[in-house]
């Protein structure tokens, strides 16, 4: 037995970084970023009906960081189809397409570009579930930290800006 090793000391090796960033616990991860706004929903109404104002401020911070995390995982979706499935997508000549002039080129750039986006998305999203269980922490008073309600103002400042951005361009 090598007495030198600390029980429980993982290696890190290259599998055991893609596996967290696309495996269980990442799509884990995701599912509970996703669920975030109806639960947040929920915080609020609670802190509001009971006059409970850290729960209301969670909750409304819980709402901005639900929103955000469904448009992140709207968007990464809507890339990772159009990628994958391309040819399917964008039936036109391939001349100036990414990739292009050949069907294949042009299929192979643009999963290219999904799939790393999308891997991306799941790392956001479970960026966002430790942001809400900060801001949990902070306002139940458990643990002192500045950070999360500012960040949680700043995710809905900057997803209200996108989201005018992308109105006024369709």
Not at 7 to 32: D, E, F, N, Y
Request: hydrophobic share 55%.
């Amino acid at each position: 037995m090598d007495t030198n090793r600390r029980q429980g000391a993982h290696r890190i090796t290259p599998a055991t970084v893609v596996g967290s960033l696309v495996g269980a616990s990442a799509w884990a991860a995701a599912g509970k970023g996703l669920r975030l706004l109806p639960a947040s929903v929920g915080r609020l109404a609670v802190g509001i009906r009971q006059s409970r104002g850290a729960y209301a401020a969670q909750g409304g911070c819980g709402i901005a960081l639900g929103l955000f995390g469904w448009a992140v995982a709207l968007l990464a979706a809507q890339g990772l189809f159009n990628g994958l499935l391309y040819p399917l997508v964008d039936a036109h000549d391939y001349q100036h397409s990414w990739g292009g002039p050949t069907l294949v080129g042009a299929w192979v750039v643009h999963a290219a570009v999904a799939v790393p986006v999308a891997v991306a998305a799941l790392g956001v999203l479970r960026g966002m579930v430790a942001v809400d269980r900060a801001n949990e922490q902070t306002l139940s008073g458990r643990r002192r930290r500045w950070w999360p309600l500012p960040l949680s103002a700043l995710v809905a400042v900057g997803l209200a800006l996108f989201f005018t951005a992308w109105l006024h361009q369709v």
